[in-house]
């Protein structure tokens, strides 16, 4: 029952088109449908063949779940050049190769499958990598029966062209001609948001240009690159080679917020903070208080942070009243009870904060946004949460420059096209990808002008000092 979702007929038609440009079909000729479901691709092919003519090729469909195998079957039963076949298009041995491949294979993710599952097409399939999805192994296996000079046609969800977990896939299909990808409208298979792409193989050496339709309607031709990397960059409109800069070599630090792995215990908020915690406490900010409606990053709560200013934790004997609200009952169960602290002690974070770099001058992002926007906490008071991302420039008065820029629609452009997406078109900013973004010359040059590293270093000595201080303290000194 894997992975049904019918393709509408208005799409169809037009993949069947495309499979058939200039190659008009024989009788002779020979077409797979893997995971034809109840046979929307065969029914497209006998609408082309009402529309243009000639005899009708042998059509094979193939669909592992038995009453849609039926149904197709009852539909197409009495057309001898048609055969349904029930059978596991990834499992099953099949000793024929095809002119042709049309389809719309199924979308499951590796979350999905079972352990036996996985192990199976891990090895069988060069492009079960990582967290891959059942219509990439399609393709490999699709690609495989397909004759020489033979075609394929594919919808499938557009991740495979930028995520990682499809990098084998691209680099298989660089070893094809990749004619055309088109990235058709996100609407099609709605109320599902799969944001389909129509790709267009034929299998002989790759011409060097691709066909590439953007959702806008643009039109341009692209070389793609064969190393398995995101093919987004080419198609948004980049180059692939390395930029001069990128926003990674100007910080100290882009990375994801602390992890206490007991947010419920370590933050509180402010005006539960009693006076004797206070030298623990630093303000923090979640995620979802990155919004229009908090403009100058006003924390609501504070973290309690058993950490001294240079990121080492305190000894528990040196904890004071955070050591006893620590110890209070419930608080210390939760505490112990996370699995982190099996090989660290029973209060540390999930993670070690690394607060000589987190209390600078820095820049705030959520991880999952619908449109990237970045915040300055130009004080370097604030210790955010896992799901806020962090960007510490290594030159501390160059903090509004890269937000401003950050906050460009070039950087946003770039970030849209080389992210990740999450539900709903979010995107998901991670560091790997931040550190990546490319810093335009000019940019890069008033970046570089100005450096104030006596100012680094001097706000690195103030936070040695406010190690010793606890954490109020650091507040203090570097205001
Ligand atoms: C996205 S649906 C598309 C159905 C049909 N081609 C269409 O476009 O309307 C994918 C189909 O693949 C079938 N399927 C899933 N895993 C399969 C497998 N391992 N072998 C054969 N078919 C499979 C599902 O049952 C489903 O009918």
Redesign the pocket.
């Known amino acids: 029952?894997?992975?049904?979702?019918?393709?509408p007929d208005f799409v169809?038609d037009r993949m069947v088109e495309r499979l058939f440009r200039d190659r008009r079909p024989s009788s002779r000729s020979t077409i797979l449908?893997?995971?034809?479901?109840?046979g929307?691709?065969v029914r497209g092919i006998l609408r082309w063949r009402d529309r243009n003519g000639g005899p009708l090729p042998r059509i094979v469909g193939?669909?592992?779940?038995s009453r849609?195998r039926r149904r197709a079957e009852r539909e197409f039963g009495g057309i001898p050049e048609i055969q349904i076949r029930n059978?596991?298009?990834?499992?099953d041995p099949c000793d024929e190769s095809f002119d042709f491949v049309v389809?719309?294979?199924?979308?499951?993710s590796i979350l999905e499958l079972s352990e036996t599952e996985k192990q199976l097409y891990r090895t069988r399939f060069s492009t079960a990598r990582g967290r891959f999805d059942?219509y990439l192994l399609f393709f490999e296996r699709a690609l495989r029966l397909l004759n020489d000079g033979g075609r394929l046609v594919f919808i499938t969800p557009e991740k495979f062209l930028y995520v990682d977990a499809a990098s084998p896939l691209r680099s298989l299909l660089s070893r094809f001609d990749v004619e055309e990808i088109d990235l058709v409208d996100e609407t099609i298979f709605e109320p599902l948001l799969t944001y389909p792409t129509v790709t267009t193989v034929s299998r002989r050496q790759y011409s060097g240009r691709t066909k590439v339709i953007r959702r806008n309607g643009a039109i341009k031709y692209i070389a793609l690159c064969g190393d398995g990397q995101s093919w987004m960059p080419l198609i948004a409109g980049e180059s692939q080679s390395r930029p001069d800069s990128t926003l990674g070599d100007f910080c100290r630090r882009v990375s994801a917020g602390v992890a206490t792995g007991a947010d419920a215990v370590f933050v509180l908020r402010n005006e539960k903070i009693d006076d004797s915690l206070k030298p623990f406490a630093y303000p923090t900010i979640a995620g979802r208080e990155l919004g229009d409606g908090n403009p100058r990053l006003a924390a609501q709560c504070s973290m309690l942070v058993p950490y001294s200013g240079d990121g080492r934790l305190i000894h528990e004997s040196k904890l004071g009243s955070l050591g006893f609200y620590l110890r209070q009952e419930g608080i210390a169960q939760k505490l112990v009870a996370r699995t982190c602290v099996r090989r660290k002690p029973w209060y540390a974070f999930h993670e070690t904060p690394p607060l000589r770099d987190i209390l600078n001058p820095k820049i705030l992002c959520k991880d999952i946004v619908a449109s990237p926007r970045f915040w300055i906490d130009r004080s370097g008071r604030i210790v955010p949460r896992h799901s806020v991302y962090y960007i510490v420039p290594r030159n501390p008065a160059v903090v509004d420059d890269l937000c401003e820029f950050l906050n460009s629609d070039l950087s946003t452009a770039w970030l849209r096209a080389n992210c990740q997406r999450a539900a709903g078109d979010f995107l998901r900013l991670q560091s790997r990808i931040l550190s990546r973004l490319p810093i335009p010359a000019e940019i890069a040059a008033r970046l570089n002008s100005g450096t104030d590293t006596f100012q680094a270093i001097s706000e690195n000595k103030a936070l040695d000092q406010a190690s010793r201080l606890g954490a109020s303290g650091a507040l203090d000194l570097i205001r």
């Open positions: 029952m894997k992975g049904f979702v019918p393709t169809v449908d893997p995971g034809c479901g109840e929307a691709f193939v669909e592992s779940d849609r059978a596991d298009f990834l499992a389809g719309n294979p199924p979308y499951v059942l």
